[in-house]
């Protein structure tokens, strides 16, 4: 009966002192809480994730340069092409045979009928 006795004594005073280290951990929380809003508790971690998401990307890049600069080569090409698009139109509407300007007032003449 002793050695029970024992064990129940010693996880008592395991109990013990796992209850006085969360009244501890509560009371930090308490305070911390106090000290800084919530709003102010998410702006700091919103601004961790985009720093953390800006560092992946940097990272990623270096490590793949070819790829990502081929990647924004041909979005800047297709971005220009698309600006310019009446005017390579205009040039490469000759070698198919098609006359742009025709093709532009059929064009307009198709989308006034289905109004």
């Known amino acids: 009966m002793t050695e029970l006795l024992r064990r129940m004594q010693e996880d ?18 308490r305070a911390d809480i ?11 971690r919103l601004v961790e994730s ?6 992946d990307a940097t990272d990623f890049v270096l490590e ?3 790829p990502v ?3 924004a080569g041909a979005a800047l090409v297709a971005g220009v092409l ?3 698009r ?6 490469v509407a000759p070698l198919f045979g098609i ?17």
């Open 64 to 66: 793949h340069k070819r």
């Open 99 to 115: 006359n742009a300007d025709e093709a532009e007032q059929a064009d307009i003449a198709d989308r006034c009928e289905d109004d």
């Open 34 to 44: 106090q000290q800084r809003s919530l709003g102010g508790r998410v702006m700091d």
């Open 50 to 55: 985009t720093v953390d998401i800006a560092d």
């Open 12 to 29: 008592r005073a395991l109990r013990g002192s796992a209850r006085r280290l969360l009244e501890d951990d509560l009371r930090w929380v």
């Open 86 to 91: 009446d005017r390579v139109l205009d040039m």
């Open 69 to 71: 600069v081929a990647a």
């Open 82 to 84: 698309w600006l310019l």
